[in-house]
């Protein structure tokens, strides 16, 4: 079934701005419990929409990438503008 | 002489001894004309040494706009000492299907990489793409920005993404190819964009495709879907050949082992012996195959490629799940498709890729690789997902293992029994 996009993306955001509180970076897997009904491939679209739109933010690993929200947690240019 | 300075490497000026030539002298050449950064690293690599730790952080929210891949952050966590490399992002570049080059592609792209970073490359990284080693953040989207106006290139993959696909040199310069390479290469790429650009996946995942079962891309050790050429047919066989081999006028394996007497070519100790499923001899002077039991092991046809040449009935071979041995070892890929048409524009081939992605993307756990989860659920689940039939090339041997596990579905009536009309048969 499909899902409204828009409906998805503010879902996506709703539950990245919460869980973001504790955990500030999220695997793309682990937004999937944004909406149960929503197929992972929905959810990855809604996702990256919402990084288009600054809404949300990529966070690198080199390896694996995840999802952050922009104010939550650090980055590792912060970090490092901070040590400086 | 440029205004740089050289740090004291006594540790790595030892790696410039020795027959091989030293990225260390390289490095150092580039630093002493004029790059400070290649100085800096060699700095930081011999305090590496000395700690016997890095001194390198990666990672990070470093990225050109709207793509989640293609650079790597990289940070020096002494940039007191080293404050030219304080930041160092590796920038990987999509590389042209079997890496062919003009060389005034290769000028101008390492003028834009003199110009806006260290001037050091890496041709190529192990997935294939050109990395472009060490700029700062300020630089990423001019550099992305040239390569993509001015090269006509893109950024590779990185992170939990699909990475760059990589083919072999195909029918571009090998007679032995049974597909065209770059065109499969190609149109993956493009097709698949968004799954390169921006993650998609619970970890990587990686298309190589080689022309014909000696893999020169070693598709069958290192990606979640190797797309192998192979043919249908019989091996075309040249008789003349065939004795002029065995008399001695042509050289076998076309004299790439010349450099020393092997003696006379024994086409029975060389070829026919060394034969894993034994299908060819010799009828008088005539080198028979018997095509049915051939496993494609190519052997035969590097041995004498003026003789044997692979059939005209040519395919692919899909096999899925290789992966490197961070978790578990080192896995080869599985085979899942014995032969498969890979002809424009690969529809058959992009739903099996469809059905196996939908699947990974719901089950696969964060950082699990394509192969690790089949190897978590069994190559039933995965047969079932992919809506493959089980052949007898994809299990060892026969009768081995006693777990085997139908499902309802694929037994006449499910699992329901009238208990009653089953007691009329059997007492309690």
Sequence with gaps: MAVDKEELKKKVLEFATKKAAHKSKMYIKDLYAADPNASPREVKNAANELVREGKLEFFSSGSTTMYGVPGFGKTLEGAFEEEK | ?428
């Design chain 2, 1 to 428: 002489m440029a205004d740089v300075k050289k740090h004291d490497t006594p540790m790595c000026d030892e790696l410039k001894k020795g027959p091989w030539p030293s990225f260390v002298d390289d490095v150092e050449q580039r630093g002493l004309h004029g790059k400070q950064e290649c100085l800096d690293m060699l700095g930081q690599l011999e305090l590496s040494y000395k700690h016997k730790e890095t001194h390198w952080k990666h990672g990070g929210i470093v990225g050109v706009f709207g793509y989640g891949g293609g650079v790597i952050g990289r940070y020096s966590d002494v940039p007191e000492l080293f404050p030219s490399v304080a930041h160092f992002h590796t920038i990987r570049v999509n590389q042209p299907a079997s890496k062919f080059y003009s060389s005034a592609f290769l000028r101008k792209l390492c003028e834009i990489w003199d110009h806006r970073g260290s001037g050091m490359t890496n041709f190529h990284g192990s997935t294939g793409d050109m990395v472009l080693l060490g700029t700062k953040s300020d630089q990423l989207e001019p550099v992305f920005f040239d390569l993509t106006h001015q090269m006509g290139c893109d950024l590779g993959g990185s992170g939990s993404n699909l990475r760059t696909p990589s083919c072999c040199i195909g029918k571009a310069r090998c007679e032995w190819s049974c597909l065209d390479t770059q065109a499969i290469c190609y149109d993956l790429t493009q097709t698949f964009q968004d799954e390169l650009h921006r993650p998609a996946f619970p970890y990587k995942f990686k298309f190589k495709v080689s022309g014909c079962p000696n893999d020169c891309v070693a598709a069958i050790a290192r990606s979640c879907c190797s797309i192998i050429g192979t043919w249908k047919d019989d091996i075309r066989i040249d008789q003349s050949a065939v004795k002029a081999y065995m008399g001695g006028e042509i050289k076998p394996n076309a004299g790439a082992h010349g450099d020393r007497d092997w003696g006379k070519f024994d086409i029975q100790k060389e070829v026919i012996d060394l034969c894993p499923t034994k299908c060819m001899w010799m009828d008088g002077d005539t080198l028979k195959i018997d095509n049915r039991e051939c496993t494609r092991c190519m052997h035969c046809i590097n041995v004498m490629p003026a003789a044997l040449r692979p059939g005209t009935d040519v395919g692919a071979t899909i096999l899925v799940g290789a992966k490197a041995p961070i978790l578990e070892g080192a896995q080869m890929s599985t085979l899942a498709i014995p032969f498969i048409r890979m002809e424009p524009p690969y529809d058959e081939f992009k739903e099996f890729v469809d059905k196996i992605w939908g699947w990974w993307m719901e089950e696969g756990k964060n950082r699990e690789r394509f192969g690790e989860l089949i190897q978590r659920f069994s190559i039933q689940k995965f047969l079932k997902v992919a809506e493959l039939k089980p052949i007898p090339q994809m299990v060892k041997e026969p009768r081995s293992n006693p777990y085997v596990f139908w499902s309802a579905e694929e037994v006449e009536g499910g699992w329901k029994r009238d208990i009653a009309e089953f007691r009329k048969r059997h007492a309690a």
